[in-house]
């Protein structure tokens, strides 16, 4: 248990709040986030597909240059905005933010 409860999931996951946007709200993003930002205790808003911490939706096939033919990748898909990364505080280890 004290490994599940202490794994480094690369995202800082304190002080976070998850809502789960439907119908009419996810049309409107731009403006739900204005709104939130206005809250003085809230720093920073930003928008995925689901939860990155527990997200199922993956896809397989994945190939690329020198990849063993017989091993199978599962990628895990999420879709986010711009503010993902430096909400969640990750870390980039190559490359760059959006």
Partial sequence: MDYILSKNLGLDKENLIFINMKGDLVKQLDVYKTELLKIPEVDMVTFASGNPI?????????????????????INVLMVDIDFIQTMKMEINQGRNF
């Fill in 54 to 74: 527990s997200y199922g939706r993956s896809t397989g096939g994945a190939s690329w240059e020198g990849k063993d033919p017989n091993q199978e990748v599962e």
